[in-house]
């Protein structure tokens, strides 16, 4: 007998009921599988409740579909799946009869329509097995689904739109907004959201390779729309299209020399030690502003992205287990994050307490300033680090006139302090929770734990089975000594 695949069985023989969330609940229910004991050992009397189950819980995912946006009740949430899904399932008596020719017949008693549903699901249509007579029941209605709203298209393009403005960068707003118009100019503002098809979107997408539209562009636009914090996947959540396949999703893929060719052209290259020395010889980096020299300093000892260095606040400096550390989170007014697991707290390297980081952050709080970098503008279009971009690039364009070809900017410190640490046995997993990376996979995502900012700058202890070191074998061999003559 084919056993369904919401039936699990322990080693003690019960059967247990597993019922997967829908991918569009898991953060209101708060899980993604939901798991019940069915406390019997008979597979036909298993599934004549998991049927019972499965039909409750139906019920509660559309109740909890209905319910209004933002709606996040976590207790209510339960009470709810509680009320509708874990009533008491039904129980049926079966009777067992020896024949004489060693087989077993079952006869079951079937006293309601309910009954004669369950047991005719459970069974695969047979009926001989039952002793009563099986009333006749009307159909079953199936759950309610939740019902689309229809919205043009013109209108929806406006509403995603100022669901972005307070969590994105002018930039990146800008250029969805781009992105979504080109679709909307292409179907029409009149179109029915709901009535998209994959169909729709693979013609806009030929429409644009017909007009000679480059493949990093077609991506760029693909991961806008069809993206998780995409056009679509908010007009699911929203109501405005059905659940299921996102419809903007595989028209554009790179081939393997594409992938290739991009990484050789648009990867950010390393610094040499060499290279490293030159850029922050102290004769050197004293013709940049003094703020920017510090900027320059925690993009080397921390691996921030320039965004997430010019948006510091002073409340971002703090201890955590007597360690000093930068907060790097979007938690303050105009700070924004990458990703989720970029928000993270980094120990401030012994070489950036020596060149006096300490009593430079004092000094701007002693002058009344919120922000490490006061000069900064938090709104500006390409974000608050733009100025450290434009400021490092001139910089480099004095220094770096003899290297040769090769992408070198600010982001060129994230990679060489990374490498740096690969090359002095800081962990991968280690490396990630320091500079905010995700590494992709259910095993770290999932199951890893927080290190501590005692782990992080000084490694795991010896005795641990996690072997790694930890920040401060960080050593870049800078003049120390002249350079905190200029900050």
């Known amino acids: 007998m084919r056993i369904p695949h919401h039936l699990v069985r322990s080693s003690t023989g019960l059967w247990s009921f597993r019922q997967r969330v829908p991918a569009d609940l898991h953060g209101v229910v708060g899980?993604?599988?939901i798991k019940r004991t069915l406390r019997t050992n008979?597979?036909?009397?298993?599934?004549?409740?998991?049927l019972d189950l499965a039909t409750g819980y139906a019920r509660a995912f559309a109740l909890l579909r209905g319910l209004p946006m933002g709606w996040s009740d976590k207790k209510g949430v339960d009470a709810l799946i509680a009320e509708v899904a874990t009533g008491k399932t039904r129980d049926l008596t079966v009777e067992r009869v020896h024949r004489p020719d060693g087989t077993i017949k079952e006869i079951w008693q079937i006293d309601t329509p309910e009954d004669a549903r369950l047991y005719r699901k459970a069974t695969g249509g047979h009926t001989d097995a039952a002793a009563a007579p099986v009333p006749v029941s009307a159909p079953v209605p199936p759950p309610p689904r939740s019902k689309i709203e229809p919205i043009t298209l013109g209108k929806a393009q406006d509403a995603w739109l100022a669901s972005l403005v307070n969590r994105t960068l002018p930039k990146t707003l800008s250029i969805k907004k781009t992105a979504i118009a080109g679709l909307t100019n292409f179907l029409g503002p009149n179109t029915k959201v709901a009535r998209i098809t994959r169909n729709d979107v693979a013609r806009w997408f030929q429409h644009m390779r017909d007009n000679k539209i480059s493949s990093p562009t077609l991506h760029s636009k693909q991961s806008y729309i069809g993206g998780e914090d995409g056009f679509f996947s908010w007009a699911m959540t929203a109501g405005y299209y059905p659940m299921g396949e996102n419809p903007c999703t595989g028209h554009a893929k790179y081939s393997i020399r594409e992938k290739r060719d991009r990484r050789k052209k648009f990867s950010f290259k390393a610094y040499e030690p060499k290279q490293l020395h030159a850029l922050f010889a102290p004769a050197a980096l004293a013709n940049l502003p003094l703020s920017v020299r510090w900027a320059c300093l925690i993009g080397l000892y921390t691996g921030a992205r320039v965004s997430e260095v010019g948006q510091l606040r002073g409340a971002d400096i703090l201890e955590e287990?007597?360690?000093p550390c930068i907060h790097f989170t979007d938690q303050g007014e105009h700070q924004h994050l990458k990703t989720e697991v970029s928000d993270r707290k980094v120990p401030i390297h012994q070489d950036l307490l020596a060149l006096g980081f300490g009593a430079w952050v004092d000094a701007l709080k002693a002058e009344g300033h919120d922000r490490l970098f006061p000069n900064a503008k938090p709104t500006a279009k390409n974000g608050a680090g733009n100025w450290i971009t434009k400021a490092?690039?001139?910089h480099l364009d004095v220094v770096a006139k003899q290297w040769g070809p090769g992408k070198r900017g600010f982001h060129s410190l994230r990679k060489t302090m990374i490498q740096e640490m690969q090359g002095?046995?800081?962990a991968s997993e280690m490396r990630a929770q320091i500079v905010g990376h995700?590494?992709?996979d259910e095993h770290h995502g999932t199951y890893s734990r927080d290190f501590s900012a005692s782990e992080k700058l000084h490694?795991?202890?010896?005795g641990d089975d996690f072997k790694s070191a930890g920040l401060s074998v960080l050593d870049y061999r800078l003049d120390l000594?002249?350079?905190r003559s200029i900050l």
């Open 31 to 33: 899980r993604r599988i």
């Open 42 to 50: 008979d597979l036909r009397q298993a599934q004549v409740n998991a």
């Open 321 to 323: 287990d007597g360690i």
């Open 392 to 394: 490092f690039g001139r």
């Open 424 to 426: 002095r046995a800081v």
């Open 438 to 440: 995700e590494l992709g």
């Open 459 to 462: 490694g795991t202890a010896a």
């Open 481 to 483: 000594d002249g350079l």
